[in-house]
């Protein structure tokens, strides 16, 4: 698999996974469960990604092919992330979510930045479980044309 390959599988899951969480954000406001639509979305996507991308997978080592695929859109996924947790529409929903998680009355600023990394890394690590499954799976949903 070239790069390129790499890249535009990337782009790929990263525009699925962004227009599928838009639609499931909507969706799951009654049931507050706005991680539920990301996990959902970054699975989804990976499946198709997995399911397009599956000849060029095939061609040569699944889990190189995969791997590669995964370890850039983890990449991506850490920058969305640290985007995110950086943006000010996010940072009360984030100080509220790990005050409902821990007692912060008294956290200083290393602290609040110390579990926002291990959030960060916490969510990256889930994501990359996820892109791995999904494009594993799609991969496999595929068979190889026998030549």
């Not at 699925?16 to 991680?35: E, G, M, N, Q, T």
């Not at 599956?54 to 990449?75: C, M, N, Q, R, Y």
Request: overall charge positive; glycine content about 4%.
């Amino acid at each position: 698999m070239k790069f390129s390959d790499v890249v535009l599988a990337t782009v790929s899951i990263a525009l699925i996974a962004r227009l599928l969480y838009a639609i499931l954000a909507v969706a799951s406001v009654p049931l507050k469960s706005d991680d539920l639509a990301v996990i959902i979305a970054f699975l989804v996507a990976s499946l198709i990604v997995g399911y397009v991308f599956a000849p060029k997978i095939h061609e040569e080592s699944k889990i190189k092919a995969i791997g590669g695929i995964v370890v850039l859109s983890t990449f991506v996924l850490m920058v969305w992330f640290v985007i995110w947790f950086a943006s000010p529409q996010a940072s009360p929903q984030f100080k509220d979510m790990l005050s409902s998680m821990f007692n912060t009355s008294g956290w200083t600023n290393y602290e609040w930045a110390v579990y926002s990394a291990l959030l960060q890394t916490m969510f990256t690590v889930i994501g990359l479980v996820i892109l791995f499954i999904g494009l594993y799976a799609g991969s496999m949903l595929r068979k190889p044309k026998k030549t």
